[in-house]
């Protein structure tokens, strides 16, 4: 094709071609600059789940034996370091707080880009989760630190009505009004290179000392009945469970340490059936049986009803691995 021929299929010749698609490259370049300087960012720690989720990414691949996915009730109650001196396996918590199980299945996703670990766990409070979409906070501060890829698309669209999609894919949109919020701290983009010490696991040292721990309904072992979780957290419960096999993966799924309520305890029981007929491994440890053998003290070993504290995990964690039979050596 000649120059002539070109010029009349493009509308552009070569040499404004070129320019162009300089023109272009430099301004989503800028515009992706712009967008990471004006996007909120939470830096600091405990709660700093900016870098926890970003710093994933950093992390050498193909460096975790395990993952660890789910909302708060996952991130405060693993520590991968002393996991590691409990079992020899390297892990990350890759969780976000009051992470629907939609953005959980699209962030194991994710993390089997870059890992190839042969267990990943699932903690399962949100199967309580009934609603059809999560809060614009919540759902800004799981998908916000994951890179632009066709996963994120479709984590936008699994978890965002259709007429706000556009706002999450350029999240611009939504921050441009922070312009004359930005601080110092807002140009220092440095953490985008950085891992998160603590591997994605939220240290929280305090011990609740306000709660009403006589209203509290902990265990499982009086609910006769279980509750579905709904269609939605159904649907990707299945859809999890089936990329954990086509990828063959350890599955495991479990509860946490929270002192649910009973109605949540009847969805815990709806998903324990299910794992059944799976032939899927699960453990509630909000039975009786559980918190006495671990040890748990509501009132010294949790951060507040729902999440446990340091003294907590430290009791929680060595029973957790051995319960699933977790170490280098068994996998």
């Known amino acids: 094709m000649n120059e002539k021929e070109n010029k009349q299929k493009t509308g552009l010749r070569p040499g404004q071609l070129l320019r162009f698609l300089i023109f272009l490259g430099i301004f989503l370049l800028l515009f992706v600059r712009v967008s990471d300087i004006l996007e909120f960012k939470s830096l600091a720690p405990p709660w700093n789940m900016t870098l926890k989720v970003g710093g994933f990414y950093n992390e050498p691949k193909d460096s975790m034996d395990v993952m660890f996915f789910g909302s708060s009730h996952m991130y405060?109650?693993?520590?991968?370091?002393?996991?590691?001196?409990?079992?020899?396996?390297?892990?990350?918590?890759?969780?976000?707080?009051?992470?629907?199980?939609?953005?959980?299945?699209?962030?194991?996703?994710?993390?089997?880009?870059?890992?190839?670990?042969?267990?990943?766990?699932?903690?399962?409070?949100?199967?309580?989760?009934?609603?059809?979409?999560?809060?614009?906070?919540?759902?800004?501060?799981?998908?916000?630190?994951?890179?632009?890829?066709?996963?994120k698309l479709e984590m936008i669209r699994a978890s965002i009505p259709s007429g706000q999609r556009h706002e999450?894919?350029?999240?611009?949109?939504?921050?441009?009004?922070?312009?004359?919020?930005?601080?110092?701290?807002?140009?220092?983009?440095?953490?985008?290179?950085?891992?998160?010490?603590?591997?994605?696991?939220?240290?929280?040292?305090?011990?609740?000392?306000?709660?009403?721990?006589?209203?509290?309904?902990?265990?499982?072992?009086?609910?006769?009945?279980?509750?579905?979780?709904?269609?939605?957290?159904?649907?990707?419960?299945?859809?999890?469970?089936?990329?954990?096999?086509?990828?063959?993966?350890?599955?495991?799924?479990?509860?946490?340490?929270?002192?649910?309520?009973?109605?949540?305890?009847?969805?815990?029981?709806y998903v324990a059936d299910l794992c059944r007929q799976e032939g899927l491994e699960f453990g509630n440890f909000n039975s009786d049986a559980h918190m006495q053998a671990i040890g748990l003290d509501t009132e010294t070993d949790f951060y507040d009803r729902r999440h446990l504290n340091t003294s907590g995990v430290a009791k929680f964690v060595p029973y957790f691995a051995d319960y699933f039979h977790l170490s280098k050596a068994g996998g």
């Open 76 to 151: 405060c109650s693993i520590d991968p370091a002393l996991f590691q001196e409990e079992t020899g396996l390297t892990s990350y918590v890759f969780a976000t707080q009051s992470q629907p199980l939609w953005i959980t299945y699209h962030y194991i996703r994710e993390a089997l880009k870059r890992q190839s670990p042969h267990t990943i766990f699932l903690e399962i409070h949100m199967a309580s989760f009934l609603e059809e979409y999560e809060d614009e906070g919540t759902n800004y501060s799981a998908i916000d630190p994951i890179p632009f890829s066709l996963n």
């Open 168 to 269: 999450y894919v350029f999240n611009i949109i939504k921050y441009h009004s922070r312009y004359n919020e930005l601080t110092p701290q807002d140009y220092d983009l440095s953490f985008k290179k950085e891992t998160d010490p603590e591997r994605g696991y939220v240290r929280l040292t305090q011990a609740a000392s306000d709660e009403d721990w006589d209203r509290v309904y902990r265990s499982v072992d009086h609910v006769a009945t279980s509750a579905s979780p709904g269609e939605k957290n159904l649907f990707y419960l299945r859809k999890i469970i089936e990329l954990a096999r086509e990828e063959n993966l350890r599955l495991i799924l479990f509860k946490a340490p929270s002192n649910p309520t009973e109605e949540e305890q009847m969805i815990y029981r």
